[in-house]
């Protein structure tokens, strides 16, 4: 007998799958293989079953195993202090000048604008 949900058959029938969506309008529904309404209480319990041990026996020991996490303290750690503080004291110092040099300049600015304003009403 067929079993219309059997992908071996439907290719037999219609050629590779890329040809088959290829063929399909947009926007249809692509085909889902169907389960026998007998067989669905059966395979209900076997996941069931098998979904038990899964929550029993917890995540895989691969992925428990990954890595070793006893030295990211120190890691961390290790980065607060990764720019020497010779040089954090160097660029505060730095910051602190550039700013000095701003007010500086926007005064010289004002100071200019004020010359070249005198300068018009004395010519």
Same mark, same amino acid.
């Given at each position: 007998?067929?079993?219309? =949900?059997?992908? =071996? ?17 947009? #926007?249809?529904?692509?085909? @889902? ?11 209900? /319990?076997? !996941?069931? $079953?098998? !979904? /038990?041990?899964? %929550? ?16 990211? #303290?120190?890691?961390?750690? /290790? ?5 020497? $503080? ?7 110092? +730095?910051?602190? =000048? +550039?700013?000095?040099?701003?007010? @500086?300049?926007? %005064?010289?600015?004002?100071? !200019?604008?004020? /010359? =070249?304003?005198? $300068?018009? $009403?004395?010519?």
């Amino acid at each position: 007998a067929e079993d219309p =949900a059997d992908p =071996a058959q439907d290719q037999g029938r219609s050629g590779s799958h890329s040809q088959r969506e290829e063929r399909k309008p947009p #926007g249809s529904i692509p085909r @889902v293989p169907t389960i026998q309404v007998d067989h669905v209480l059966t395979i209900l /319990a076997e !996941f069931l $079953q098998n !979904f /038990a041990k899964l %929550r029993d026996e917890g995540p895989p020991k691969e992925i428990q195993d990954v890595r070793d996490n006893s030295k990211d #303290g120190e890691y961390w750690e /290790a980065l607060t202090r990764i720019i020497p $503080q010779r040089t954090l004291k160097l660029w505060d110092a +730095l910051g602190a =000048a +550039l700013l000095e040099y701003h007010k @500086v300049l926007t %005064r010289r600015s004002e100071l !200019f604008s004020e /010359a =070249a304003a005198l $300068q018009r $009403q004395n010519s």
